[in-house]
């Protein structure tokens, strides 16, 4: 069964370096998205990427994120210069449709980011 | 803003208990509703969803309603198993509302089931 795919599982930095979370999505999904959780609280949405461009992002997603389709394949967020508060588990997602009904998302397990 | 309530956990049962983890929610447009399920060490999977007021998701022996009256989407199974034990996040998908499509959660309730 396809499935998406997130590297590294969990990733340890210090404050104020750059960090590349990976994402693979299911090969015909065209909508892709990222998640975070801080721990404890709500998974909160990040962004939203469709045909190469972002789609819609919330107040969280500032000019420290950016993400990137490299390839066909790879789906990337990058965190410029981390902040301790970037610490969380952060989640990629993808859907064939972003159609209310049609709209589920397939998660990856998540990589969890831990600023130091 | 759309928003999603779900009942604090942790929640333990004993195997073969009945369950119920309640969710409302708050929406502007019309939203689509789901449940979705986190075993450990895995990504969120979709576990039921409904699209429409009355609808009933079900899915594994799980089974919600959606209530427009009460603004609710209570996840309900009859006999739980061990196998059950996990974290379960409801949700709400708002295309015409503030979300716009993409995912508002609930903050999510942990299940333990003992045997």
């Known amino acids: 069964e396809p499935e998406v795919t997130q590297t590294p599982s969990h990733q340890v930095t210090q404050m104020g370096q750059e960090v590349i979370l990976r994402c693979v999505p299911i090969?015909?999904?065209?909508?892709f998205y990222w998640y975070r959780q801080i721990l404890g609280q709500k998974v909160e949405f990040l962004v939203s990427?469709?045909?190469?461009?972002?789609?819609?992002k919330s107040e969280i997603f500032d000019d420290q994120f950016s993400v990137e389709r490299p390839d066909g394949s790879n789906f990337t967020l990058k965190i410029r210069s981390t902040k301790l508060e970037d610490s969380a588990m952060y989640f990629c997602?993808?859907?064939?449709?972003?159609?209310?009904?049609?709209?589920?998302?397939?998660f990856g397990p998540g990589t969890r980011l831990t600023v130091l | 803003g759309d928003s999603v309530t779900q009942m604090e956990g942790p929640v333990t049962l004993s195997e073969e208990a009945f369950l119920t983890i309640n969710c409302t929610y708050t929406?502007?447009?019309?939203?689509?509703l789901f449940w979705y399920v986190q075993y450990p060490g895995e990504g969120l999977q979709l576990l039921l969803k409904?699209?429409?007021?009355?609808d009933k998701g079900s899915n594994k022996g799980f089974e919600a309603t959606y209530r427009k009256e009460t603004t609710s989407f209570h996840l309900e199974k009859g006999s739980v198993q061990v196998s059950d034990s996990a974290v379960y996040f409801c949700?709400?998908?708002?295309?015409?509302?503030?979300?716009?499509?993409?995912?508002?959660f609930g903050k999510g309730t942990k299940l333990s089931v003992k045997p």
């Open positions: 929406a502007t447009g019309y939203p689509s």
């Open positions: 409904a699209t429409k007021a009355d």
């Open positions: 997602a993808s859907s064939e449709s972003r159609l209310a009904g049609a709209n589920e998302q397939f």
């Open positions: 949700a709400l998908s708002d295309r015409y509302g503030g979300s716009q499509g993409n995912l508002i």
């Open positions: 090969s015909n999904h065209l909508y």
């Open positions: 990427f469709y045909n190469n461009e972002i789609s819609e």
